[in-house]
């Protein structure tokens, strides 16, 4: 399981819809709106996911 990094749900990396990559990591959302927060400025919360 990954953790959204936006609001810190478990996401299933198998099932996932929403999903981006930056600076060679894929980040897993839980929601449409949480990949558009990430998607804006992914620099702010590269780190906060806790996979």
Request: charged share 40%; glycine share 4%; with cysteine.
């Amino acid at each position: 399981m990954a953790i959204d990094p936006i609001c810190k749900m478990d996401v299933d990396e198998k099932t996932a819809k929403w999903k981006s990559d930056y600076q060679g990591k894929t980040y897993y959302f839980c929601a449409p709106g949480c990949k558009k927060t990430f998607d804006a400025d992914p620099a702010k919360y590269k780190d906060k996911d806790r996979k």
